[in-house]
């Protein structure tokens, strides 16, 4: 619901011309709102909402370090904007939490073959340092996408559909949403979100070659919420 929503809101934002503040702030407000309506009518619990705000503030560190080492810019002013970066978009990040947490929610999402702590939340911990540190050093993606693989090649997800149960490999799963991730990433270039260096004269196509990125980020983003669920089952 709130990345469909994200898109909306971007696409209202860039076909109206709204008044007394800029488009990202707008966007920022509107994101808020939802956020707000979401909790208040039990859509998502509070706990969904730490894992969500954990996910904001995640997010926005990335973005402020992204954007000023020039990898993408947002060329629009906003007065809620920090070290370039508008606020808004932490709710980028927070809304593939918000699907996660629906997703599990709403299909009884069940883990086999899960690996244990020590070694995902360690992997996870490298894979973000890694958007950082790859600056500066060797690009360590594909070591650790060959880490990934060896420590979930058995780990599956099922969840129900209508009382139908289906069981898929949890590397499939990061794969199929890494890529829809890129699918929504060029739906929002387009929409004028945000601009990677080639699209500052027209919009093009992201680079196919970005799905990699949003795949370890995706992983990222499940092995909080996963291991989050583990947790607090353990303690239940």
């Given amino acids: 619901m709130f990345p469909v929503y994200i898109f909306l809101c971007l696409g209202l934002t860039q076909t109206l011309d709204l008044p007394f503040f800029a488009r990202y702030d707008w966007l920022l407000f509107l994101c808020l709102l939802m956020q707000v309506l979401m909790v208040r009518f039990g859509v998502e619990s509070l706990d969904e909402l730490k894992v969500i705000t954990v996910f904001h503030l995640i997010g926005l560190v990335m973005e402020i370090f992204k ?5 993408w810019s947002y060329p629009e002013e906003a007065f809620f904007k920090v070290y370039g970066v508008p606020l808004f978009s932490g709710f980028m990040y927070a809304s593939v939490a918000s699907y996660l947490c629906q997703f599990w929610r709403r299909f009884d999402v069940v883990l ?16 973000y340092l890694n958007f950082f540190t790859h600056h500066y050093m060797m690009d360590f993606r594909w070591v650790l996408f ?5 420590t979930f090649y058995q780990a599956q997800l099922t969840f129900k559909v209508n009382r139908l149960y289906f069981k898929i490999p949890i590397l499939m799963f ?3 949403i890494g890529f829809l991730i890129w699918i ?3 739906i929002a270039t387009f929409l004028g979100a945000w601009q990677y260096p080639n699209q500052h004269e027209a919009w093009e196509l992201v680079h196919v070659g970005k799905i990699s990125s949003w795949l370890l980020l995706m992983i990222v983003s499940f092995l909080i919420v996963a291991n989050l669920k583990v947790v607090k089952s353990n303690l239940c």
């Avoid at 899960?114 to 894979?127: D, K, R």
């Fill in 67 to 71: 954007v000023n080492m020039g990898s």
């Fill in 112 to 127: 086999i073959k899960w690996p244990s702590l020590l070694l995902a939340v360690p992997l996870a911990g490298a894979i």
């Fill in 146 to 150: 060959v880490l990934v693989a060896l």
């Fill in 174 to 176: 990061f794969l199929l």
């Fill in 184 to 186: 929504g990433e060029n």
